[in-house]
């Protein structure tokens, strides 16, 4: 099977098989999605969308936050992964989003990535899931995901996976296919004992022809 091969048929299985897949992470704004991404860090989308409803109902915007302090921010959010560094980090851009931005989140990725806390692969995030931007986000299951079944040769870093993956699928599908891959991932090709028995990938998975 040649490598074209095979990303036509899992992007044709995904699209008849998944024709909506969308962001699991809960918000109602721009804002409240940057601070979902930044919280769900090493940490999963159910915990976060447990925590954000009081924290956005405290901070509805980076003004308010901007007011407030790292240790205000911390009692919203100390039951996450690494909260002491996530509270400093809303706090910081959300001040950095009122001194230089205006109070809003910036559709531009290398802008989002001056941030403090905000790296390439949550910046990407947003500009897929708010922006429809031509970007894939590489997460531990993408990752895991586009090597497992070919699509990666072995990568050894994200933004190797990100850039292969960027060269072999359509930009206009880009968006949507770092959903695929992080829903696959989250549900069958698990990290361990990925459900190889009912994924409907097999026929065209490296892994599974092992």
């Not at 072995?154 to 699928?169: F, G, M, V, W, Y």
Request: charged share 20%; proline share 8%; glycine share 4%.
């Amino acid at each position: 099977m040649t490598l074209k091969e095979r990303y036509a048929g899992v992007l044709t299985w995904f699209e008849a098989n998944m024709p909506v897949a969308e962001s699991e992470l809960r918000y109602e704004s721009p804002w409240g999605l940057l601070a979902a991404v930044m919280l769900s860090a090493q940490c999963t989308d159910k915990r976060v969308n447990m925590i954000t409803p009081a924290l956005l109902e405290a901070f509805p915007s980076p003004a308010a936050m901007a007011q407030s302090s790292p240790e205000e921010v911390f009692k919203y959010i100390k039951s996450v992964s690494y909260p002491n560094a996530k509270s400093r980090h809303l706090y910081e851009t959300a001040r950095m989003l009122c001194d230089e931005f205006g109070g809003e989140v910036p559709s531009d990725l290398d802008a989002l990535q001056r941030l403090p806390g905000v790296g390439r692969k949550t910046a990407n995030v947003l500009g897929a899931v708010l922006w429809n931007a031509p970007v894939m986000p590489v997460d531990t299951h993408v990752f895991r995901v586009a090597n497992r079944i070919g699509l990666t040769n072995r990568s050894k870093t994200p933004l190797q996976t990100e850039k292969t993956l960027s060269r072999h699928i359509p930009a206009e599908l880009l968006p949507k296919a770092h959903h695929w891959l992080i829903l696959h991932g989250r549900y069958v090709c698990t990290a361990r004992n990925p459900k190889c028995a009912t994924c409907g990938l097999t026929p065209w998975c490296r892994y599974f022809s092992l």
